[in-house]
């Protein structure tokens, strides 16, 4: 027989549940290739290394999707959202804008407990970088607690390094809204409409300080 007639049949097991879910964790994650889908898979116990990851990833034509914002670490699927039982187990976070009397503009983080419905924090600030989110929320769960997931969207500062490095250290799980899909994050939507006709809207802002001082109260 010729040796051309020869072929080796692969012995591998069945590459069929890591091969799914890397494709979630790829439409979680828009913006992640491969290298960065190999972190998460690693973080999350699969015993797998970066060349069979590339191997699967490039095999399903998982490429950089360019349409959607970047997504980070410890994203989860819709089907996976349950109701939250208690307090601390699911926080809501998002932007409010508004303007200073002056017209300086002002961006005002807002967080709500789903469950209590307590708001641990309403930071206003002239701009927010992912690091002063970072360190708002660090300072808020020293004294309230780490909540077990937060739903956010996909804007810069939530999608960032600096907050998916926070959340990994302390076991916090952020839940990412899909894109066009604000009724994800529907609670904190309609909070912040509270917010703007309660609050924002009735009040005039003379100073950073005023703000604070008027949102706190």
Same mark, same amino acid.
């Given at each position: 027989?010729?040796?051309?007639? !020869?072929?080796?049949?692969?012995?591998?097991?069945?590459?069929?549940?890591? $091969?799914?879910?890397?494709? $979630?964790?790829?439409?979680?994650?828009?913006? !992640?290739? !491969?290298?960065?889908?190999?972190?998460?898979?690693?973080?999350? #116990?699969?015993?797998?290394?970066?060349?069979?990851?590339?191997?699967?990833?490039?095999?399903?034509?998982?490429?950089?999707?360019?349409?959607?914002?970047?997504?980070?670490?410890?994203?989860?699927?819709?089907?996976?959202?349950?109701? @939250?039982?208690?307090?601390?187990?699911?926080?809501?976070?998002?932007?409010?804008?508004?303007?200073?009397?002056?017209?300086?503009?002002?961006?005002?983080?807002?967080?709500?407990?789903?469950? =209590?419905?307590?708001?641990?924090?309403?930071?206003?600030?002239?701009?927010?970088?992912?690091?002063?989110?970072?360190?708002?929320?660090?300072?808020?769960?020293?004294?309230?607690?780490?909540?077990? =997931?937060?739903?956010?969207?996909? #804007? =810069?500062?939530?999608?960032?390094?600096?907050?998916?490095?926070? @959340?990994?250290?302390? #076991?916090?799980?952020?839940?990412?809204?899909?894109? #066009?899909?604000?009724?994800?994050?529907?609670?904190?939507?309609?909070?912040? =409409?509270?917010?703007?006709?309660?609050?924002?809207?009735?009040?005039?802002?003379?100073?950073?300080?005023?703000?604070?001082?008027?949102? $706190?109260?």
């Amino acid at each position: 027989m010729d040796t051309s007639t !020869y072929h080796y049949k692969s012995h591998r097991h069945g590459q069929a549940v890591l $091969e799914k879910r890397i494709k $979630e964790i790829a439409e979680t994650r828009m913006r !992640y290739g !491969y290298r960065r889908v190999h972190v998460v898979l690693r973080r999350e #116990g699969w015993m797998t290394n970066i060349k069979r990851t590339y191997r699967l990833y490039s095999a399903m034509a998982l490429k950089l999707r360019n349409k959607t914002p970047r997504r980070r670490v410890k994203a989860k699927l819709r089907e996976d959202r349950s109701a @939250a039982s208690r307090p601390n187990e699911t926080w809501a976070m998002d932007f409010v804008h508004d303007q200073l009397a002056t017209g300086r503009k002002l961006r005002v983080l807002t967080v709500v407990d789903i469950f =209590s419905k307590f708001s641990p924090v309403i930071d206003p600030r002239f701009s927010y970088r992912a690091e002063d989110v970072v360190s708002t929320l660090e300072r808020v769960c020293r004294t309230v607690g780490y909540p077990q =997931s937060i739903r956010v969207d996909q #804007g =810069s500062e939530f999608v960032s390094r600096d907050l998916d490095l926070w @959340a990994y250290a302390h #076991g916090v799980t952020l839940d990412f809204s899909r894109p #066009g899909k604000p009724t994800d994050n529907a609670f904190i939507e309609a909070f912040n =409409s509270k917010l703007r006709g309660e609050c924002l809207d009735a009040h005039w802002f003379m100073s950073l300080d005023d703000a604070r001082a008027k949102l $706190e109260a």
